[in-house]
């Protein structure tokens, strides 16, 4: 954010945009006008990235600058002409969730630019939601992605992200368990198999009656059997008999 006019300084942030111009310059660095109450001053190390040796090599008076607050003191406003991180490493903490463009693929991950010192790397399996073999099937470099940060390491000046951490999981199907069936709904279902004919439950006097009958039959069957050998030993007897006095008989002359 650009600010032009004049504010209380309770009201200018630390990054905060200004324009002005150099009106002052000494071994130690300049004096910009703001436009504010209190005067703006760059230290001759926040003239630029690079080792300044003379102040007069980076800028003179009344040349129009580009500045950023970096504090705000009782009596100055400190500013740097060097253009301050989007996010610094005091600022990074986990579970903030940042947005950023992706500068470079590797096929372990891809690395994501936050505005920070260093870009953070998001492992290939905290890219999405389900395996993947490579980032570029799913990402190119400019790519503009979201992503939350899982862990900061200063001193190793290493950034964790993960993007499908931001984004919403996929629904899991559940299978339900078979229920366990009693004994009843077993025996309802046996039924339902065996469609064939049933007979008809007897009672205990149709059961006794059926019992005489069988009986009754099987002795009327075994009398038959008897009597019909009976006969046959008789006509075999009469057989022998008639052949006998056939021999006996005399016989004419």
Excluded: C
């Amino acid at each position: 954010m650009e600010t032009t006019i004049s504010a209380p300084t309770s009201e200018i942030e630390v990054k905060q945009k200004f324009t002005g111009k150099v009106v002052k310059t000494s071994l130690a660095g300049v004096i910009v006008d703001i436009g504010q109450s209190l005067p703006g001053v760059i230290h001759i190390s926040q003239l630029q990235k690079e080792p300044v040796n003379r102040v007069e090599d980076v800028v003179t008076v009344g040349q129009e600058v580009t500045t950023w607050v970096r504090r705000v003191k009782k009596d100055r406003i400190e500013l740097t002409m060097i253009e301050p991180l989007g996010l610094e490493w005091r600022e990074m903490q986990p579970d903030m969730v940042v947005k950023g463009k992706v500068v470079r693929l590797e096929t372990y991950g891809a690395f994501v630019d936050i505005g920070g010192e260093r870009p953070g790397l998001v492992h290939v399996s905290e890219i999405a939601h389900g395996y993947i073999k490579n980032p570029s099937e799913l990402l190119k470099e400019g790519d503009e992605v979201e992503a939350k940060i899982l862990e900061v390491n200063r001193r190793k000046k290493q950034i964790r992200l993960s993007m499908k951490a931001v984004l919403p999981k996929p629904e899991e199907v559940v299978e339900a368990k078979p229920r366990r069936k009693g004994r009843k709904e077993k025996a309802a279902e046996m039924a339902e198999i065996d469609d064939g004919p049933k007979e008809p439950e007897l009672t205990a006097m149709e059961i006794a009656w059926r019992e005489a009958l069988d009986k009754a039959k099987g002795q009327n069957r075994s009398v038959n059997i008897k009597s019909k050998r009976a006969k046959n030993k008789i006509r075999e007897q009469e057989d022998i008999l008639e052949r006998t006095l056939e021999q006996r008989m005399p016989t004419g002359n």
